[in-house]
């Protein structure tokens, strides 16, 4: 079992930065892909960034290419979404997960964690 809880979130004026963080508890970090998503209010779960289990390899979606970056630190079993020149429309809850995989338009993790909001005002 793996617990994953993200920190970070708050209010930002746009333009401005964040950083979260996803701690995850156990010994199996190093053996998920990861993933940050994020989901607005009335909205479906969006995916924003995804890493493999070394780091060496990451994607992200369109909305938030060039401004985004996803890194880890297996030693820290954390991971991270760095998020810069952020804009009103990046408001949401934010969620990072395990192993996260499509079936067709919806997304499954192994595991999810509980969320942090993220709101940008213009």
């Known amino acids: 079992q793996v617990q994953l809880v993200e920190s970070g979130g708050g209010l930002v004026q746009a333009g401005g930065s964040l950083r979260l963080s996803c701690l995850a508890s156990g010994h199996t970090f190093s053996r998920y892909e990861m993933g940050w998503f994020r989901q607005a209010p009335g909205k479906e779960r969006q995916f924003v960034a995804g890493i493999t289990r070394g780091g060496a390899t990451t994607w992200y979606d369109d909305s938030v290419e060039g401004r985004f970056t996803i890194s880890r630190d297996n030693a820290k079993n954390t991971v991270y979404l760095q998020m810069n020149s952020l804009r009103p429309e990046d408001t949401g809850v934010y969620y990072c997960?395990?192993?996260?995989?499509?079936?067709?338009?919806?997304?499954?993790?192994?595991?999810w964690g509980q969320g942090t909001q993220v709101t940008v005002s213009s």
């Open positions: 997960a395990a192993n996260p995989t499509k079936y067709g338009s919806r997304w499954s993790g192994d595991y």
